[in-house]
């Protein structure tokens, strides 16, 4: 257990309310009222598109690929900086991932390294606001409507971010959300994909069940599978919305004060750019001093500070190397010199503490 724990999901009177009078009303499956206003809720707040909860972030990103109706042995191409789900959806449908390297800049897929991997085969383009940050969305979206690929975002860790003043969720073929405990509103475990096209939306509910008729009970007009939210973690989600505006104000605070207060010149920061906003996920730094980063986050956990490192570039991995090829410069740099922070529910001592021990950590360097 940590003195400060990475992550702090604002579980309170309210969500413990709910639950409890889903309990008592018995509608304990993935049937009840909830899940339509949790839906209806969450599409008020993304501004459209077609909503389906789902049991977690990474069967939102399967169901919106077979949904698109993208077969095995299509490619689909992908970020190499991302959590392992975003890449291991891919696979589980059957498809082939295509990695590509992320821009410098803005740490998320880089359009030219799209260009070089798209070929007959390629089907999609999974990009991925990671950390936050928005993707070059509308100069990816033109190159894959010129190309005739379906466009997935991943937005798992970009609920509540904006791009051009529009809120990120609505520019793809279907956009894919995560309610894991550390993602800006939870439901315990829980996912959402939203869908651009009223029939893939249409066929999405079908396979979301087994690819049951809606109309004839037990009557299979597709091969489905599971992929339901519960009546009880959609309450959760449905009050959790209700403060989302607030609980993202409380995290840019948080970031504001790290961008304050963290030394530029060991540490570089997140990406920061004018069209577009973070949705305060993870705050991250880099170690600018290479081969530092174990023996910091050490430092760190040692004072009772949880952190986590960036994530282990794909393509550094076996399992996923075969999916690889090239350098990925950029990925690997932020992916093997990154550290994530607490960045939620922080007290402001907390957050002095934080600071004060990245800042006195110059001298383990
Ligand atoms: C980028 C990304 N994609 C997908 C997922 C999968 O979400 P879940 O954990 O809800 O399956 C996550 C989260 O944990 C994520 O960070």
């Known amino acids: 257990m940590y003195k400060i724990p990475l992550a702090r999901p604002a579980i309170d009177n309210s969500e413990i309310k709910v639950v409890s009078k889903v309990m008592k009303s018995k509608w304990i499956s993935s049937r009840g009222a909830y899940i339509n206003k949790f839906e209806k809720k969450f599409k008020s707040f993304l501004g459209g598109g077609y909503p389906i909860s789902v049991s977690n972030g990474t069967h939102a990103i399967q169901l919106g690929i077979s949904a698109l109706g993208i077969n095995p042995g299509d490619e689909i191409i992908v970020t190499n900086l991302t959590f392992g789900a975003s890449i291991n959806a891919i696979i589980n449908c059957g498809a082939k991932p295509v990695i590509v390297d992320i821009e410098k800049e803005n740490w998320t897929i880089d359009l030219e390294k799209i260009k070089e991997a798209t070929n007959s ?24 409507k010129r190309k005739k690929l379906f466009l997935i975002e991943d937005c798992a860790e970009a609920l509540g971010a904006t791009y051009k003043n529009r809120k990120i969720g609505l520019d793809g073929d279907c956009s894919c959300h995560s309610f894991y405990a550390n993602k800006t509103i939870t439901t315990g475990e829980g996912g959402m994909v939203v869908f651009k096209n009223k029939n893939t939306y249409k066929k999405a509910l079908k396979i979301k069940n087994h690819g049951m008729s809606s109309k004839k009970k037990y009557f299979h007009d597709l091969v489905g599978s599971n992929y339901r939210l519960t ?68 430092y760190l956990n040692k004072r009772g500070i949880e952190v986590s490192p960036t994530f282990y570039p794909l393509n550094s991995m076996k399992t996923f190397k075969k999916y690889s090829s090239g350098k990925y410069l950029n990925s690997n740099y932020i992916g093997k010199n990154g550290i994530c ?25």
Not at 126 to 142: M, P, Q, T
Not at 274 to 288: C, D, G, P, R
Request: aromatic share 14%; charged share 30%.
């Open 121 to 144: 085969k390629t089907r999609a383009i999974l990009i991925v606001h990671v950390y936050g940050i928005a993707c070059n969305i509308d100069e990816i979206k033109k190159f894959s």
């Open 341 to 365: 922070l607490p960045s939620s529910g922080l007290k402001k001592k907390e957050q002095t503490y934080i600071v004060k021990a990245l800042n006195d950590a110059k001298n383990i360097f």
């Open 231 to 298: 009546n009880i973690q959609a309450s959760i989600g449905f009050e959790q919305l209700k403060k989302i505006n607030k609980l993202i104000k409380q995290r840019k605070k948080i970031f504001n004060f790290y961008d304050k207060l963290i030394d530029d010149k060991y540490f570089q920061k997140l990406p920061k750019n004018n069209w577009s906003t973070n949705s305060y996920w993870y705050y991250v730094i880099i170690i600018k001093k290479k081969n530092n980063r174990n023996k910091f986050i050490k």
